[in-house]
């Protein structure tokens, strides 16, 4: 994946600060630091402290988890034999975390990352955030659709309800990997140079909360499985040191066992 962020790679000379402005048409930074090679951003897109660009690669840890159980999902549902309305039940479980995880998502940056990025960027680039809430809006009723077909599937088992939530999960992970591949590529370099620290945990303090105790293993096991071990420690640096401890050993283990059930494979 593109480093967005180049402040965090230990070979940049260049740390940027809320003087620099992602540029998402020329793919690049626009700097005015001094020793800066490239234009200064316009006025409107400064900020007025100094600060450094929030890091904001535990979002990108988020996509990667939710992008690959989307893709996996209708193999998962094809795989349910005719009739078997036990493992249809399993499938369907996981089916209900992920489309709720996804829900909760896109409400948390609905409600506290949207709303600050519109006040600060300039009007050159909030036409970007109304693509973003009308893509939200797209996976909402995609997710409708899903949640129409997943009942049925869970009461029937049959193969024909399970085609339909099987295309239905298609067409909404098509529309999850286009919002997630532009919101990673236009938003997040926004919203680490425009947001405070303290903004930005916001939205993942409300990602966490909307997860069920019971599943919260299990969800940062999904996101463990391909996430930055790096990025993963600093999601837990608020947690308490037994759990600081415990919960990487234990939620991989979590969710190869949810894995198994799922799709055949502790490694999917």
């Given at each position: ?25 020329l ?15 316009p ?16 979002m ?18 094809r ?6 309305r ?45 693509a ?39 067409q ?35 990602g ?61």
């Amino acid at each position: 994946m593109t480093n967005l962020l180049p402040h965090l790679d230990p070979g940049a000379h260049h740390h940027h600060d809320r003087h620099c402005w992602w540029h998402h048409e020329l793919g690049r930074w626009i700097c005015d630091n001094p020793g800066s090679a490239v234009a200064p951003a316009p006025s409107s897109a400064k900020s007025s402290t100094d600060a450094p660009l929030v890091d904001v690669r535990d979002m990108i840890v988020v996509h990667t988890a939710m992008l690959r159980e989307f893709r996996l999902a209708p193999a998962a549902v094809r795989r349910v034999a005719d009739g078997d309305r036990k493992q249809a039940a399993t499938v369907e479980r996981h089916l209900a975390l992920l489309c709720d995880l996804l829900h909760h998502h896109h409400t948390g940056e609905d409600e506290l990352l949207w709303p600050p990025l519109r006040e600060r960027l300039p009007a050159s680039v909030v036409q970007r955030l109304d693509a973003a809430e009308d893509q939200h809006a797209a996976i909402d009723a995609a997710l409708d659709r899903v949640a129409d077909a997943r009942r049925d599937f869970r009461a029937t088992a049959t193969g024909q309800d399970g085609a339909v939530l099987a295309e239905a999960l298609e067409q909404l992970h098509v529309l999850l990997a286009e919002h997630l591949d532009a919101e990673e590529r236009t938003l997040l370099p926004l919203a680490a140079a425009h947001l405070t620290e303290a903004e930005w945990r916001a939205v993942g303090a409300a990602g966490a909360a909307s997860v069920p105790k019971s599943a919260l293993l299990l969800v940062f096991g999904m996101f463990a499985y391909e996430g930055d071990p790096a990025v993963l420690r600093d999601m837990l640096r608020e947690a308490p040191p037994p759990a600081r401890v415990l919960v990487p050993r234990l939620a991989p283990r979590a969710y190869r066992r949810r894995a198994r059930q799922v799709h055949g494979t502790a490694h999917p």
